[in-house]
């Protein structure tokens, strides 16, 4: 590409952005003009360019890995960033981008295409993993990356890390997956296509076209609602909220977080009556203040067509031959991915011929464990790093 | 009540309609002016009326357990009833009855309130288990028939049998369950109450005040579609359906029966791809052409305030002087109410000192496998049966 990549801001909050030129052409056919990225960096990058970690972000996630400064915003994996942390700032740079097809920042469906000056919507094409992947490589170059000592992330962001190992072994040296599977199960595209057809049958959604604000908000709460019990599980909805009610009279969700449109009225004969169906409206309305339906349809979509079946030998002999290690781990009570499942990606790897390990994490939260057991993640990441030697 | 009740109507399938006078007044406070109730019955009442097994049926099934005669339609345990089956004509006379709320012709939310001509809708008061298992027990009365050999069914039906061991013990024998809980979790809330949500906000659900064919057919697909998740399993779907994809240009759902309202056209960037969800769509539209929205939302409601710990000590104390025995099976994949959960109701009557056993399906086949494992569920009835001698 002769067209140089272009900075184009920085938020103090610590977000930049880059305009990656194109065009980009991805896995399924369609075609990107240019791709901006939004990402976030920690620590600094040495003059080697190969003290790196890439954290992947999951399906509603976003660059924001933890806060950059007192008084920051919390990220989705605080705790784990910083000075003597596990990804310790001293040592590491550490690089999140919002994904492709994202709503954060980085290009996806609710980008305006250049070619009309509108919100992509629908036109914008289908993409995959392996799409969001090269974009991150693409990004890591024009900040000067060499070497990636770890990629790591859980759920849609280990697929990413997988992937990497498929497409760029060369350029990493390990990979830690949290709840991530070898090819989407049948269940898991279940889950993702109903929340889909929430989203498509609200009737503001209208093929994608809506303004800012006026979306198919009650699809995309439902969305997050049915989402969110394949988040945790059985045992961990019972033991927080159990057959609790909410007191008749209150409406612990609207003081939370102020009146919502996605609810009943109170005194409505299927208003809510327990705490559970509280948290779930309480999650739903979270996610649609904060989130695009457009890219809820396209992420899940590249979920469901995640199959690492369609990456032949030869990439994974390169990986062997790189020494790439994959270390997956499952987790105990995930309805999602389940730990069998993840036990499964590592014997794919292993009949492969990539080397690859195990290991369970015991925990009642769910899948959501990646982000809440964020103690024993933290220290299996500086394990791993511990491991590393940064040249 | 002073008033007769009144035989309706048989219809050549089989179903049978009985009038029953009110008022009814229910436990959370509402009232009934009169209650129609459908009901099937298979083999015949002995004089003694004592030879009885009384069939619950689950959230969105109906009386019809069995064909009646070679040709008739199948029921939902088809080849369990019949002359030589576990419920076995030439000795037990076999009834269901559709409960109380639903919408196969006893009285519900889409029945004409007698005081205004129109549909109930969300006029139709709350009603809860036990509501249901006293309308059972009034047309058993009518029906003459003096005790109840064994009451079983499953989800659902079988927090109806549980809910006979707490009101009626002196009527029963045994209750055999499958996959049923002594309290609904709070996971089983959080399904129900977003399949509730989908019904309430689509446009089409107008109160509840739609004319037939009219309703939110839309609401009432997404809502089965989740729930189907949850009736099935993580093993099941994988076997199943796999990865396999639907072929382009092809449209199996519509091939299956007909066009559908509540889907995507072919074409759509979203339109199904894979077989997992065209059999979730399938399923979504079935249930849309037999099943009324309000019902859904009435009888999932009743579900959640499903707790049998509202029962004191002495129901217990009745159930176990009578001698009742009850039998709780749990399925090794349910993810809906586990087997840890129906381990956890036997527990729950041990302790009140009623005599309970619990019983182990392994199965892949998750929740419905009280449906699909017909096999071992007809032995485990016939032999709960066999201890059985009818005066």
Request: glycine residues 10%; hydrophobic residues 40%; contains cysteine.
């Amino acid at each position: 590409m002769s067209v140089p990549a272009v900075n184009l801001a920085q938020t103090p909050g610590g977000r930049q952005y880059v305009r990656l030129p194109g065009p980009w052409s991805l896995e399924l056919g369609g075609t990107l003009p240019e791709v901006t990225v939004a990402y976030e960096t920690y620590g600094r990058l040495n003059a080697a360019g190969t003290n790196v970690v890439l954290v992947c972000h999951a399906l509603t996630g976003d660059a924001h890995v933890a806060a950059h400064h007192p008084g920051d915003k919390p990220g989705w994996w605080e705790g784990l960033v910083g000075e003597g942390r596990p990804l310790d700032t001293r040592r590491w740079f550490v690089v999140c981008s919002n994904i492709l097809g994202g709503c954060q920042g980085t290009t996806g469906p609710s980008s305006i295409n250049p070619a009309t000056g509108e919100p992509y919507g629908l036109d914008f094409p289908l993409i995959t993993v392996g799409d969001m992947v090269r974009v991150q490589q693409a990004l890591l170059k024009h900040l000067g990356v060499r070497r990636v000592a770890m990629v790591t992330g859980g759920s849609l962001g280990g697929m990413q890390a997988l992937t990497w190992v498929a497409l760029f072994p060369e350029m990493i040296d390990q990979a830690l997956l949290f709840g991530s599977p070898w090819a989407s199960s049948a269940q898991a595209i279940a889950w993702n296509e109903i929340g889909r057809h929430a989203i498509l049958m609200d009737p503001n959604w209208q093929d994608g076209r809506y303004e800012p604000g006026r979306g198919p908000d009650q699809g995309l709460a439902i969305a997050r609602m049915l989402a969110m019990i394949s988040y945790r599980s059985w045992g961990d909805f019972n033991q927080r909220f159990g057959r609790e009610q909410v007191p008749p009279g209150t409406d612990p969700v609207a003081e939370r977080a102020g009146k919502y449109a996605t609810m009943l009225p109170a005194g409505h004969p299927f208003h809510m009556r327990f705490q559970m169906e509280s948290y779930l409206h309480y999650q739903g309305e979270k996610l649609v203040r904060r989130f695009d339906a457009r890219t809820y349809l396209y992420l899940t979509r590249a979920m469901d067509l995640f199959d690492c079946n369609e990456y032949d030998q030869s990439h994974w002999d390169r990986a062997a031959k790189a020494g790439v290690r994959v270390t997956a781990v499952g987790i105990s009570s995930d309805i999602l991915y389940p730990a069998e499942e993840v036990q499964g990606l590592v014997q794919e790897l292993q009949q492969r011929g990539v080397q690859a390990e195990y290991r369970h994490l015991e925990s009642p939260a769910g899948h959501d464990a990646f982000l809440l057991e964020a103690e024993t993640t933290g220290r299996w990441i500086r394990e791993a790093l511990a491991r590393e030697v940064p040249s």
